[in-house]
């Protein structure tokens, strides 16, 4: 998943929804999902390394692109399969398929950019960095994790 | 004019979405999606070339012949009972997907769940370390 999440840091704010519409004309693929009172997560497409949208799509539209997973807005036809497809439930149709697209052609994806809790990031080291130091604090503390 | 083999189609939104002249027209409620092909004597052949299972032909012109019509009931979500998609879809997906199904303890049994339950789903165990220790914190 090359935008790695921090349930942790995430304050619910939803500004990550914002960027991604603002971006994408509109129509966003980042969700933030609220469990009960005591967390907040954003919602969207993992990139699968071996993407089931990828393999539920006929025409060739979703396909892997080195750690993506790349859509070819000519080729969809809107059939619903690969909506159906992902276990996540990161990819939409309506005309035409939707998704994550890791903001092509932009330095970092937007939600990356805009998040104001450093809740996202794009750089794995950190992302398990931040993994290591909490399973230590959870040790030090003499709870399992 | 098109014509359609039902034991073949999987009632996606595949033909209704390319054809160029509105000549097939899908109608969706709550529970249920029909499609329906208008006789049309166009040479396009979009839908056939863009069909995922196959099912539609182009025929010569019959003004006899009835215009096909095809109806499927909406598969109701596991857990929140909305209806969201067709049986042949979700059956198609099951059997694209059934030889990596193996490594997964739960298998397939997610297709049956609805997309938004599914983003759901995945909230609620994405955040299950930080809500314990927010619950634990909190006491």
Redesign the interface.
Known sequence: MPVY?D??RCIGCRSCEVACHRVHGGIGHI?V????D????P?FCHHCE?A?CT??C??GALYKDGERTAFDVKKC?????C???????????D??AHKCDLCEGRAEPACVATCPANALTTDYELASRRERARAARAAAKGGR? | MIKVDDSLCIGCKSCSNVCPSQNIVRTETEKMRSIHWKRCKEECDLCVEFCPARALTLVPFDETVQEPDLSFDLVACKICGSRYASEPMLRRIEAALAADSERDSEGLEWIRVCPTCRRSREAEMASRETVLERCRRGQ
């Open positions: 999440v349930v942790d969700h999902h609220f469990v009960g005591f967390a907040s997560v919602i071996e089931s393999i539920a006929f025409s036809t809107g059939c619903g399969l909506s159906l497809a992902c276990p996540y439930g990161v990819v939409w149709t005309k035409i994790r």
